[in-house]
C-alpha cells in the first residue's frame, strides 16, 4: 500500500479523547476487517511522515494490529495484512454467493490459539487425572441429582457448590464473598467472554499484563476491546503509566506467563487506580492452587471485593476438558451478569458440578491437589536446572503454576521454537505474549515434564543454541 | 417525555436504506440504554406527529422496544421506559461510585426469562430422565477417555461424537453434513450466541417468527440486533413481505410456540430468501424427535446445506441440565465458528459428550426416544381435549414438541397467567412471543402434564373464564 492511501483510512486527531496509536490501530483494523487495506502496511517510517505522527505511536499502532492477528510481522519488512483472517482465508474456492462471517465473528477467531504438542503451557498431566474418584463422584451425583437441578432453574450453578467453593475461597484464598456472588461457568474463557461482553464495549480500552494471557487477549479482541499494555517486571504488573480504563485484567498471584508475584506495592497501586477510574480488576486466579514456594498470598479480591471480578478453574487441578469455571463478581453486579450469562449460554454440566461440590466437601480434591502439587514442583525445579545449563539460556525455579518462561539470546527464539514444535513440544515463543516490546524466549510446560521428555527438550534446544552461538 | 423533545434523539431519514420504524427503534433503545430518555416515551399519536411519520411506523418501533424489554405497555397509557434495565434496577442503593456493567452487558441480561414452575414450556419431565443408563454411559466415558481429549485439543467435540451425530442427523434428519461440519456446545442458548454474534453485527436486522421463541430473541438482543417479525399462520412463517436480512431464525420442523410445521411452499419461499439475500438460515430442530403425527419431514439443513445452520439439543430429549447442544453449520463457515467457539469458551464437557455417543451408538437413545415420545403424545392429546372443554378456549392437539399454544378470549390473557402462575404453574403468555399485533393466549408445557395437574390446571383456568364470560 501506498503511504499516502493511508489517509484514506484514518485521519488520527490530537482533539480526540484516545491515543493516536489507538485511534490509528482501530481505523487500520476496521479497514483491513472490511477488506478495505490488502497487501502491506508501509513501513512505520514511511507511515508516520503520510500522517505526521511520530514512529514510536505508529509502531504502537502496529504492535497492536499484530497482536490481534490482523498483519504478520518480519524483520526489515513491512507488516504484511493477513486479515480478514479465519473466515475467508480458509473459504473453499467456490464459495461466491454464499453467506461469511461478519468482520465481528472474525474478530472473535481473529487471535489463533496455540496448537497440540507435549508440555504445552498451562496443561496439566493428563496422567495425574484422579480418574476413579472423578467417576465415583460423578456417578453418586448422577444418581442423586434432584428434579429441580435437572431443568433450567440454576443456570448459574448448583446451590451446593457456590456454597462449598466460597467457603473454600473464603478460607484458602482470604476472598470475601457470598455465595450468590458466584457464577459457574464452562470454564475461564467463557468467564472472560462474559466479563468482555458486559463490562466494556467496543473501542473500550483494557489493560493486559506485557507479556500477557493470550486467551484473555483474545476475549477481549472478539468483544471488541483495545488492548492495553501494562509492562510486567519482577514485582508483577506496573500500572503507573497506564491510561484510564475500565478494565483491567490480571494474574495477580502468579503472573502469565512469567510466573512472579504481584508485590504488595503494586497490588495497593493497582486498587487505587481501580477506585480512581471505577474500574473493574479481572483477577486471573487460575493456578494459585500450584504454588508452593513460600505461602500463597490472599488473592487481591479480598482486599476490595466491589471491585474486583476474581476468576477460577479446575482446568489446573482436574483437567480443561471437564468444561468448569467460576466468577466470584462484585455484589452489585452479579444480578446483571447472571441475566446476561443465561442469555449467553454459559452454563455447565450439573452432575459435573454436582461432583467437584462433593470432591472439595469431602477432602479428595485438597488430597489429590498436595499430591500434584508435589509432583509439578518437583518437575518444575528439574526441568529448570536443565536449562540453566544450557549456554544463553535465563530461567528461574517457578514459583507454582504449571509453566514456565525460559528467555533466549535475541534472534535465536524463532528457530528454537520451529525446532521444538518440530520435535512434538507445545511451547510457544515468548514475543508472542507482548504487546509491547517483544522478548526473546519460550513459554513451556512443565507438568508432563518427564525425565525423559525434559532430556530430549535439553537436546534440541541446546543443539539450535550451539549451532547459534558458535563462532 | 414532551414530544418535541423525541427530535433530540432521533431523526429518521427515508434516504437511509433501512426501515424508518428500526431507525427511530434503534435510536430510542440507544438514548434509553445511555439513560438520556427516562419516564415515559408520547403516544405513538403525539410521536408520529412530533416526527412527521406515520403512526403505523411509530407503533411497529415501539413494539420492538417493548419486546426487548426497554419499555413496558399497558392499554391507554404511553409506553413507560424501564430500562437500563438489569443492571441498575436491581443495584444497592450504596453503590455509587462502583463500576457498572455496560450498556451492551444490559442489553444481554435486556430479555428476562422464564421463571420456575410446573409444566413451564420446553421442560421436559425430569422423572422420565434415563437415570441409570445414563450414570452407567457418564462412568465408562471417565474410565475411557484419552489423554488427548482431556485437555484443549478437541474444543469443538469429541470426533466420535461429531461422527455419531452425523450419521444419524442424516438418516433421521435428512441432513448433508460431514462430522467436520458439527460444533458440540454447551447448549441451544449458547449455539444461538455464537451465531448471533459472528454471523451479523450490531444493528443488523434479524427474522424471527412471529411469534417466536424468546430465548433466540433475547441472544438477538444481547448481539445488538434487530428482530424483525416473519408473520406465522397454519403453514408456518410466511417471508414474502420479509425485508432483506443476513440472518433467518426458523423453527421449520413444529413452530415454537404454535406447533405448526413449516409447508412445502413455504420452505421453498424460505430457501429461495436466503439465496437472494445470501442469507443464513438458523433453523432450530428443538424438539424434532418429539413428532408424532405423521412423518417428520427432512430439516431444511439438507435442502440447502450451505445456507442452513441447523441447531439441536439434547435438552428436551434428556434434560436440559446436561447443557449440550450442537450446530451443523456450513462447510465454509465451519472453520471462521470453531475459532471463535474457542475464545468465546463455549466448549461442552467431554465426558457428557462421550456418554451421549455411546447412548446413541448402543441403541438406548433411541427406544428412549420412543419411549418418551409415546408418553408425551398421551399428555399432550389428554391435555389439549382437557382444555377444548373449557369456555372459550381454542387449542389442536399437539403435532410434536413438549408445549402447546391455546388461544383465550381477548382480555383474559392477563388474568388467567396471573392466577395459573399463583397455582404454581409455569405458563407464559403467549402475547409475550409476539413482536407485531399481540395474540391472547397461553403457553404452557405438557411434559408433565399428569391427570392430576390437568384436572387442576382446567380448573383454575375454568374458574376464570366463567367470571370473565359470566353475564
Known amino acids: 500500500m501506498e503511504p499516502a492511501s493511508l489517509l484514506h483510512l484514518t485521519r488520527p486527531d490530537r482533539a480526540r479523547p484516545e491515543p493516536l496509536s489507538v485511534q490509528l490501530y482501530r481505523d487500520l483494523l476496521a479497514a483491513i476487517a472490511a477488506g478495505r487495506a490488502q497487501g502491506s502496511l508501509p513501513s512505520s517510517r514511511a507511515a508516520a511522515e503520510a500522517l505526521g ?6 509502531n504502537a499502532a502496529y504492535d497492536l494490529l499484530r497482536a490481534e492477528g490482523a498483519v504478520a510481522t518480519s524483520p526489515g519488512a513491512p507488516p504484511r495484512i493477513i486479515a480478514p483472517p479465519v473466515g475467508d482465508r480458509r473459504l473453499a474456492p467456490n464459495s461466491r454467493g454464499l453467506p461469511q462471517l461478519h468482520p465481528r465473528g472474525r474478530a472473535w477467531g481473529a487471535v489463533e490459539r496455540s496448537g497440540p504438542g507435549l508440555m504445552a503451557p498451562g496443561h496439566p498431566d493428563p496422567a495425574l487425572f484422579p480418574r476413579d474418584t472423578w467417576a465415583m463422584a460423578l456417578r453418586r451425583a448422577t444418581r442423586q441429582s434432584s428434579a429441580d437441578s435437572l431443568g433450567y432453574a440454576e443456570y448459574s450453578g448448583l446451590p451446593r457448590l457456590r456454597e462449598v467453593l466460597a467457603r473454600r475461597l473464603a478460607a484458602d484464598r482470604g476472598m470475601d464473598l457470598h455465595p450468590d456472588q458466584i457464577l459457574v461457568t464452562p470454564g475461564s474463557q467463557s468467564s472472560l467472554a462474559l466479563l468482555a461482553l458486559t463490562l466494556a464495549g467496543p473501542g473500550d480500552p483494557v489493560l493486559v499484563e506485557d507479556p500477557g494471557y493470550g486467551g484473555a487477549k483474545a476475549a477481549f479482541a472478539g468483544a471488541g476491546l483495545v488492548p492495553m499494555p501494562i509492562p ?7 500500572c503507573r503509566q497506564a491510561p484510564p480504563a475500565r478494565l483491567v485484567y490480571l494474574t495477580p498471584a502468579n ?3 512469567l510466573g512472579c508475584r504481584l508485590s504488595l506495592g503494586r497490588r495497593e497501586m493497582i486498587l487505587a487506580y481501580a477506585r480512581q477510574h471505577e474500574a473493574v480488576l479481572i483477577e486471573d486466579d487460575y493456578d494459585s492452587e500450584f504454588l508452593w514456594q513460600g505461602r500463597a498470598i490472599a488473592a487481591l479480591q479480598g482486599a476490595a471485593p466491589e471491585r ?4 477460577g478453574t479446575v482446568a489446573k487441578a482436574l483437567m480443561p476438558a471437564l468444561r468448569l469455571g467460576w466468577i466470584a463478581a462484585p455484589a452489585h453486579l452479579a444480578p446483571g451478569l447472571r441475566a446476561a450469562q443465561r442469555n449467553l449460554g454459559l452454563a455447565a454440566n450439573l452432575h459435573v458440578q454436582a461432583a467437584l461440590a462433593e470432591m472439595i466437601e469431602q477432602g479428595h480434591y485438597r488430597a489429590h491437589l498436595h499430591r500434584i502439587a508435589r509432583i509439578y514442583g518437583d518437575r518444575g525445579r528439574a526441568f529448570a536446572a536443565a536449562l540453566r545449563a544450557l549456554p544463553g539460556v535465563r530461567v528461574g ?11 533466549l539470546p535475541e534472534g535465536t527464539e524463532g528457530l528454537a521454537h520451529a525446532a521444538l514444535r518440530a520435535a512434538g513440544f507445545g511451547c ?7 504487546l509491547g516490546a517483544p522478548r526473546s524466549g519460550l513459554v513451556s510446560g512443565f507438568a508432563e515434564a518427564t525425565p525423559e521428555r525434559i532430556a530430549r527438550f535439553c537436546a534440541v534446544l541446546g543443539q539450535v543454541l550451539s549451532a547459534q552461538t558458535a563462532p
Open 53 to 58: 505522527l511520530s514512529r514510536n505511536t505508529v
Open 255 to 257: 503472573q502469565y506467563p
Open 428 to 434: 510457544a515463543p515468548l514475543s508472542g505474549f507482548c
Open 308 to 311: 474486583v471480578a476474581c476468576i
Open 232 to 238: 510486567v517486571d519482577d514485582e508483577g504488573a506496573d
Open 397 to 407: 525455579d517457578p514459583a507454582g503454576g504449571v509453566q514456565l518462561a525460559m528467555r
